[in-house]
């Protein structure tokens, strides 16, 4: 019998971001281990024309979900959704909810954030830092709260180059970076927000740190643990392999090479690639829970939810198992044929930038004018580069993290409870792991059906017969303007035609004598 699975059994949970990435598959495994928990409380927003209950109604009804409904069949009856907005006072819930959230809740779960790295300092100080604030706020007046778990991220420190299982101060106090946001206009913000993030690279990182600082200060007599994951892929194993559903990380960036607009990008190839399956996050998140609120260590601890001191892998063997995949499953309707080169140059980046990405999109957006379409390509690429750009960062650097405490609770763990809430990714194969993942992507994301394989494998020779005739037109064209121009070409050229001569009489002539 699972301990963990037990401990969530009659319990009251309150999950914030239930409706992101992460806040999904927590929810899934939490009911499919523990189908006799009490009640998960989600706090959820309107979002495109949806009202909250539609949003949830629509998660339950998703694939994601399936094995939970066989296992739970009440799911529904034990989702309290309450709406709620992280960038309101009392995030705008009402006073019922409010009161029954305060006397109910047994353990928090707070994944909300903005995962944005290009959001304006304000919003990103306000959801990542005064949230935390204001929820650490809520949890100090429930008195049946055993365990605050705060997901923050691997790389709120990542302006460091080793980073313990530690909290680490930042210059300025959260509370004064709270305040001057009340009376500092957007302006004044903006212009310096440069300095205030220093040497890390965006706001996301930045207010994640501050997040951390809050939560250390304002933890008072409550049981809190942090976890810090790395960059959070899909599916490993649970509920089924392969599974993600926005496009986040890497996610993204293997839809833009498999469509072929993406075919180079300013990587280390050997830098470590931190990825970590969003079900091993999940299920460290439910041991640590389970951890603190039974064993209720003396001082908040922080785990380290990261593959690469266990299990390392970099980012040119992931290309290159990407692209294999390419091979094996194909995207439908590719722009050009997927392929990867990987530079850590400046210069030969933006030579590549150039040759790979613009020039076909102004190519292409020239035909599509021809045929009196509307040019769509280069605005999609100038978008595209941008999000490449903000993802540099983190694929040409490595970064270590200490994991005692992750390796602590390891060891804490009975047999049973290692195998349900596995999070040694020791156990990871990296070759099989990818190639879900890109499957995954192609039926999760794109909702490509198996069934045109075949087709999306023709497109791409088809792709290739043109790749092939355009350069060798190109090549022609070049060729035929230096011989017009240049003595030496002439030269250089008949000497190969008369040695082409010379060679083709010679081999008839010697086959003729045989026969
Ligand atoms: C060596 C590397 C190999 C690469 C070789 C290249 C050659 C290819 C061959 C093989 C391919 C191999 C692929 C392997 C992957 C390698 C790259 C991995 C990079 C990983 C970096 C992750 C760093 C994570 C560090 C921190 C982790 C965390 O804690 S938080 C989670 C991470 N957060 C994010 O990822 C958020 C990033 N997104 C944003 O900040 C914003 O969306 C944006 C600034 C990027 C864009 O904002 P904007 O307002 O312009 O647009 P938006 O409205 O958001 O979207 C516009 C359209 O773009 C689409 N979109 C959004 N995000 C992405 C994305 N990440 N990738 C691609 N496209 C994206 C979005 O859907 C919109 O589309 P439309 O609706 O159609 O307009
Ligand atoms: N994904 C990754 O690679 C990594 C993520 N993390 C951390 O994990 C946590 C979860 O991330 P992930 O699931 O990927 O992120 P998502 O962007 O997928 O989810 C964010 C969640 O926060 C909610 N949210 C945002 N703003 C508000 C608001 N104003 N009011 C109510 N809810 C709001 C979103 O709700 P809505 O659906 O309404 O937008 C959504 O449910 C975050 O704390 C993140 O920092 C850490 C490392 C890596």
């Given at each position: ?15 914030t971001g239930?409706?992101g ?7 899934e ?12 409380y989600?706090?959820?927003r ?20 399936e ?17 709620a907005?992280?960038?309101q006072?009392d ?14 809740t ?6 909300a954030a ?21 929820l ?10 055993e ?10 420190n ?10 680490y ?8 970076i ?5 009376w ?19 706001t ?10 809050v ?10 643990a ?21 496009l986040?990380?890497?996610?993204g ?8 607009f993406?075919?180079?990008?300013r990587a ?35 785990y ?17 198992q ?8 194909p995207?439908?309707k590719?722009?050009?044929r997927p392929?990867a080169?990987?530079t ?44 490449v ?23 804490e763990?009975s ?7 596995n999070f ?17 992507v192609?039926?999760y994301?794109?909702k ?5 394989i ?21 090549f ?31 081999f008839r ?7």
């Open positions: 019998m699972s301990m963990i699975a037990a401990f969530y059994g009659g319990k009251s949970i309150l999950i239930a409706t990435f992460m806040g999904k598959v927590l929810m495994k939490l009911f499919r281990t523990s189908p006799d928990l009490k009640v998960v989600i706090l959820v309107t979002k495109a024309g949806q009202t909250t209950q539609q949003r949830v109604f629509q998660i339950l009804n998703s694939k994601l979900f094995k939970v409904k066989e296992v739970c069949p009440n799911v529904h009856e034990k989702i309290r959704a309450i709406y907005d992280l960038n006072n995030f705008a819930i009402s006073k019922e909810d409010m009161q029954e959230l305060l006397s109910c047994n353990i928090i779960f707070h994944c903005t995962v944005r790295f290009d959001d304006p300092l304000r919003h990103a100080v306000q959801l990542n830092v005064t949230a935390t604030q204001q650490l706020l809520m949890a100090s007046q429930m008195p049946k709260l365990a605050f778990i705060h997901i923050s991220t691997a790389f709120s990542c302006n460091l180059k080793h980073i313990d299982e530690v909290i101060p930042c210059p300025v106090e959260p509370k004064k709270i305040d001057s946001m009340e500092l206009d957007d302006a004044i913000i903006d212009e310096i927000t440069p300095k205030l993030i220093g040497d890390r690279p965006n996301y990182t930045y207010t994640k740190a501050l997040g951390e600082m939560v250390q200060q304002e933890s008072g007599n409550l049981n809190i942090i976890i810090r994951p790395s960059i959070v892929g899909a599916t490993w194993q649970e509920p089924f392999p392969g599974w993600v559903d926005n986040n990380g890497p996610s960036l293997i839809i833009a090479a498999g469509k072929g993406l075919r180079s990008i280390t190839p050997m830098a470590v690639a931190d990825l970590i399956p969003v079900d091993t996050v999940v299920n460290l998140t439910l041991a640590v829970g389970w951890y603190t609120a039974v064993h209720r260590p003396k001082s908040t601890l922080i380290h939810c990261t593959s690469g001191n266990f299990n390392p892998c970099n980012w040119g063997k992931m290309g290159f990407v692209l294999a995949t390419f091979e094996k499953v995207f439908e590719a722009f050009r392929n080169d990987f850590s140059n400046i210069i030969t980046s933006q030579y590549w930038n150039a040759v790979s990405h613009r020039a076909p999109a102004i190519i292409y957006d020239f035909y599509l004018r021809l045929t009196g379409r509307k040019p769509r390509m280069t605005k999609l690429m100038n978008r595209l580069l941008r999000t750009s903000m993802l540099e960062y983190f694929v040409n650097r490595s970064w270590e993290w200490s994991t005692y405490n992750t390796e602590m609770l390891m060891s763990l047999p049973e409870d290692q195998r349900v809430f040694d990714v020791r156990q990871l194969n990296w070759l099989e792991y990818i190639e879900n993942y890109v499957l995954g192609k039926k994301l794109l490509e059906d198996m069934a045109g075949p087709e999306a494998k023709q497109h791409l020779r088809r792709l290739r017969n043109i790749h092939y005739l355009f350069n060798t037109a190109l022609l064209i070049a060729w035929r303007l230096l011989i017009a121009r240049s003595q030496m070409a002439r030269n250089v050229w008949f000497f190969i035609v008369s040695f082409c001569y010379k060679f083709l009489s010679y002539a010697s086959s003729t004598l045989k026969v």
